[in-house]
């Protein structure tokens, strides 16, 4: 193996860093730029840097930003770890529950889940409402920085609990095998074997979860939460005619951080190798509940979804509410939402599935050619990769919009149309925003997959690509279906992005669909409508691939039984 | 590419002089507007029906994200017409050259509404509709709440309306900006101006980002009360929900405006769609109860539902002030940042201050101490203070500081926004603070 990675590698990387140039750094660039300018002169300078630390609003915000993605991080692991370590240790009819309705949450649809969190967790909503009709007091779930981050919680921690469930079940068995052996068992088993050796999954999912909601502006702004620094950099953005450059300083910072963030995940896990060569039949050995051992657990899980799901609960309320306005529960019920949205809005629904998933398949096939990439060759500079595509995470989708519409609107297609509000730049756009949630499944994944088995097949005379295809992959494949269900259920309620690239209403997918129902009052029960369809629809296509993923898990489990 | 752009333009030049008809107009129209679904939906139908030939485009976006995006394109536009509520958004692409002439003549459209231009005088936008700020209120909330509606800006500065009041930031919208500047503009002025908003600020419960948020708000009962344009309210209501919407007495009433965008590729039908707005087929559309948008053209109120208001009959709307559209544009951002430092952004040491305020007030209206109420009228004054002196606001080269952007490689600013801003930060935030500690001093001896 060449020293500085083979032919066939370094084409690999070429190709990828040039789709990263041209459709992330390239743009993004061509927008943050004025955060370098001094606008007294002209000049670049580092002045901007300089005001932003000096102000104390900002250093509130940076504070408030850190403290509630730290928080979110705690909260969201407390009700992931029990219902990922119920799916993985127990042979548990809830698990099929939480596999496929723990994604969730994730799916919140912008405005509309808005609306019907307020209308039930807010502070006139009908929890409390009821709270004090019958008991005389208020809880203030949505309330300040711990609103924002219960709120972001309950929206996040799907990122923890699927890439742990996935590392949980690529552990093999003989790992538990073997401590049983010795001697351990029980918690301390779990502690001590099982969970370090799924650690690349809880931190994989850990880091993004902190960096999502340290990036995140949408949960503070509809709890009007100013003080952190997303929110600050897209106020300041987004208001008509200022060009004040410290909208864009902000950002630049919220990439640094974020970079930040992920290299010290990266050291965490460094010099420590949680590879197993597994024999087939991954998964921790499944035993049967005690029946009070399973009320207890279906308790938990049937609590947690409760909560989880409420915000569903509410929008299916509210998509068919006549008027719900100061009451615990809405005045009347009709189907009159759904009958609108039926009629005028088929394409939105082609539209999604079609963005959706193709900006998920292209995450999918950039998280692992990147993933291998980084853990596999040996380029130099193969950990650029993982960073540059990382840091869009923490570009606001406005400012990504803003750069395409800049890079990209002088070119013209064959037909007139420009390029940038073509519906493939579209797909691209998503796909960008959301390769980090794939990437890091991705690299979760192979970070568990041990090289041996690949220099195995190597040495029976499979070419890289085959080993690839017919070993890595295939032992990847609990990871790349996280990374797959993520980006897409996520791309399908994007909105900021979309909202500033579409050209023509035919092109619009479900979530632009839903903005202009909100945008007005008699619009809000369409909306929901609308957003209810949002949420089926990538439940569906996430049951879909987790059937498929456990058949084909059940078919290697057989074929490896037979050998 | 160039041969062809010189073409369409030679084309459109001679278009221009000849009469319009029917079957000049291109099939095709790209509209950029911010307004809802009721209302795009209606007049896309009536226009079509009117130009069978013609496709209307509604193309949906925020206000903001609207001027990025002809900004961004403008080397190859693909849009006609663009369509929101807020005039400084058109003063914007005005500035930007981004829209171009034209002067759609329709009769019976006065040239003002009360003293505010109903169009650009130099013709780059026109006027459509007439919205005016004003209250509104759930019914339920303040039934709850037992409190009473309230009627003037006044009246929400009443410690009993302690968070319940939502607003938008007048750096989100551009209507919230007029009202702000219709306050700072009433007979009160500048500073006074300041005070009435901060001390109805003190019962704030929120700063919405949107301006839809406010009526949204109120609507699902999230707070009680929301400072909103009549439309807001008005289609509100009609959509059922139990809320209510009045006119203070000082309120500006201010048009909605239209414009063509510079190099639009379907002048022609841009001008039709321009004129059909204006005319009486297009007014009377806005009566729709789901749209409920005031018609600039008097006569279209003839089939107005009963109680629909008309600020050309009802001398109540908008008739007490004199605005002055010049005065407001040279201090606009400056106005608007100064509303964020003081009030968005430190909104909760505003509430504590006032909740303290308000509370010894209550006791002191009941146990009179000469001590106490100096301390409590001194707490008001650090409240009411702004940093920014009436003069100072009206200085070109202070303003000149929130306007960064740079016509020309040789201009130059002095001083930087994020570092005035910051100084301000610290004095309002100092005041606040002292003024609860000086609140907190007036209860102790009250008590």
């Given amino acids: 193996m060449a020293k500085n990675g ?59 930003s850190f403290y509630v993605a730290s928080m979110s991080v705690v909260v969201a692991s407390i009700i992931a770890l029990p219902l990922a370590y119920y799916t993985s240790r127990f042979d548990f009819k809830g698990s099929v529950i939480i596999q496929s309705l723990g994604f969730i949450p994730l799916i919140m649809p912008p405005f509309v889940g808005a609306v019907a969190m307020q209308l039930f967790f807010g502070e006139n909503g009908s929890v409390n409402l009821f709270l004090e009709d019958t008991l005389g007091f208020k809880i203030p779930f949505m309330d300040g920085l711990n609103g ?45 074997i099982v969970f370090p050796l799924a650690m690349p999954g809880y931190i994989a999912g850990a880091v993004l979860v902190f960096i999502k909601v340290f990036d995140d502006l949408g949960t503070p702004l509809l709890l009007n939460v100013n003080n952190m620094l997303a929110p600050q950099a897209y106020l300041r953005i987004s208001s008509i005619g200022i060009d004040d450059p410290m909208g864009y300083v902000i950002a630049v910072v919220l990439v640094v951080f974020s970079l930040g963030a992920l290299g010290i995940a990266g050291w965490a896990l460094k010099g420590k190798d949680y590879s197993t060569t597994q024999k087939g039949g991954g998964g921790l050995n499944k035993r049967k509940m005690t029946r009070l051992e399973a009320l207890g657990a279906y308790s938990i899980v049937i609590f947690t979804l409760l909560i989880v799901l409420s915000p569903h609960f509410a929008l299916t309320l509210l998509s068919f509410a006549t008027v719900w306005s100061y009451s615990i529960f809405p005045d009347a019920y009709t189907t009159a939402h759904y009958a609108e949205v039926f009629t005028e809005t088929p394409e939105f629904i082609t539209n999604t599935l079609i963005y959706a998933s193709g900006a998920a398949v292209m995450d999918i096939i950039l998280g692992v050619s990147i993933a291998y990439l980084v853990i596999r060759s040996k380029i130099k500079i193969r950990k650029t990769l993982d960073y540059v595509a990382m840091s869009a995470l923490a570009v606001p989708g406005l400012v990504l919009a803003i750069g395409y519409l800049r890079t990209f609107s002088d070119v013209e297609l064959p ?91 035919s092109d619009a997918p479900l979530a632009y669909g839903i903005y202009i129902f909100m945008q007005s009052a008699s619009g809000r029960g369409a909306g929901a409508a609308l957003g209810i369809i949002a949420v089926i629809i990538v439940a569906l296509g996430t049951y879909v691939s987790y059937r498929f993923m456990e058949k084909s898990r059940k078919q290697r489990e057989v074929e490896s039984k037979d050998e | 590419m160039n041969v062809k752009n010189v073409i369409a333009s030679t084309l459109a030049s001679v278009v221009f002089f000849a009469p319009l008809s029917a079957k000049e107009l291109e099939n095709k129209l790209v509209v950029i507007t911010s307004f809802p679904k009721d209302l795009t939906k209606s007049f896309k139908k009536a226009f079509e029906k009117k130009y069978p030939n013609v496709k209307v485009e509604m193309l949906k976006k925020k206000t903001t994200a609207g001027i990025k995006y002809i900004q961004e394109t403008k080397k190859n536009n693909k849009a006609d017409i663009y369509w929101v509520s807020a005039p400084d958004a058109f003063e914007v692409l005005k500035d930007d050259d981004l829209l171009q002439v034209y002067k759609s003549v329709t009769k019976g459209i006065p040239e003002t509404i009360g003293s505010y231009p109903l169009s650009d005088p130099d013709g780059f936008y026109s006027g459509v509709a007439a919205a005016g700020y004003g ?29 319940h009041i939502g607003m938008s930031a007048p750096s989100r919208s551009g209507t919230t900006h007029l009202t702000v500047e219709t306050m700072l503009q009433s007979e009160e002025g500048w500073k006074d101006g300041w005070r009435n908003i901060k001390r109805m600020a003190g019962n704030f419960k929120t700063v919405t980002e949107r301006s839809f948020g406010v009526p949204d708000g109120v609507n699902t009962g999230s707070f009680g009360i929301g400072i909103v344009i009549d439309f807001f309210g008005l289609s509100s209501k009609a959509s059922g929900f139990p809320v209510d919407f009045t006119y203070p007495r ?100 505003l509430n504590e201050a006032t909740k303290a305020l308000h509370e010894a007030e209550k006791l002191l209206s009941s146990n009179n101490n000469n001590k106490a109420k100096k301390l409590i009228a001194d707490a008001w004054v650090l409240i009411d203070k702004t940093p920014v002196s009436e003069e100072l606001a009206l200085n070109d080269d202070f303003t000149a500081i929130f306007k960064t952007k740079r016509k020309k490689r040789t201009d130059k600013v002095f001083g930087r926004q994020a570092q005035v801003e910051e100084k301000w930060d610290r004095e309002v935030k100092d005041n ?13 001896l009250l008590k």
């Fill in chain 2, 135 to 163: 209250i509104m209120w759930n019914n339920r909330y303040l039934k709850a709440k037992k409190l009473p509606a309230p009627k003037e800006w006044k009246d929400l500065s009443n410690a009993i309306y302690y968070r």
């Fill in chain 2, 250 to 349: 000082y309120t500006a009433v201010v048009p909605a405006n239209v414009g063509i965008i510079a190099n639009a590729p379907h002048v022609n039908t841009a001008r039709a769609f321009v004129d059909f707005l204006r005319s009486n087929e297009g007014q009377s559309i806005l009566l729709e109860p789901k749209i409920s948008r005031l018609p600039i053209n008097p006569a279209a109120y003839a089939n107005a539902p009963a109680n629909f208001p008309n600020p050309f009959k009802d001398s109540s709307i908008g008739q007490d002030i004199n605005f002055d559209v010049k005065l407001s544009k040279s201090r606009y951002n400056l106005v608007n940042s100064l509303f964020d430092v003081m009030i968005t952004y430190r909104l909760a040491d």
């Fill in chain 1, 6 to 64: 083979t032919l066939g590698e370094k084409g690999l990387f070429l190709i990828i860093a040039l789709f990263l140039l041209v459709f992330l750094v390239g743009p993004v660039i061509q927008v943050f730029y004025v955060a370098f300018v001094d606008v007294n002169t002209g000049s670049l300078s580092l002045i901007n840097f300089v005001d932003f630390f000096n102000t104390s609003l900002f250093m509130e915000s940076f504070y408030n």
């Fill in chain 1, 415 to 505: 037909n007139g149309q420009m390029l940038a509000s073509w519906w493939l730049m579209l797909v691209i756009a998503l796909a960008v925003r959301r390769l980090p949630y794939a990437l890091r499944a991705c690299t979760a994944a192979m970070q568990q997959v041990s090289v041996s088995l690949e220099e195995a097949s190597e040495n029976l005379g499979a070419s890289k690509f085959k080993t690839m295809r017919k070993i890595t992959i295939p032992l990847m494949a609990g990871g790349i279906l996280a990374g797959f269900v993520t980006s897409f259920a996520t791309a399908a309620v994007e909105l900021s992005a979309t909202i500033m690239l579409i050209s023509s209403e």
């Fill in chain 2, 432 to 444: 606040y603070q002292q003024a609860k500690t000086l609140a907190n001093l007036a209860i102790d």
């Fill in chain 1, 148 to 192: 924002v981050i219960f709120v972001q919680s309950i929206h996040y921690f799907p990122f923890i609990l699927l890439n742990l469930s996935a590392a949980l079940n690529n552990i093999d068995r003989s790992m538990e095998e073997s401590a049983q052996n010795l001697g351990s068992s029980g918690f301390g088993l779990f502690r001590k």
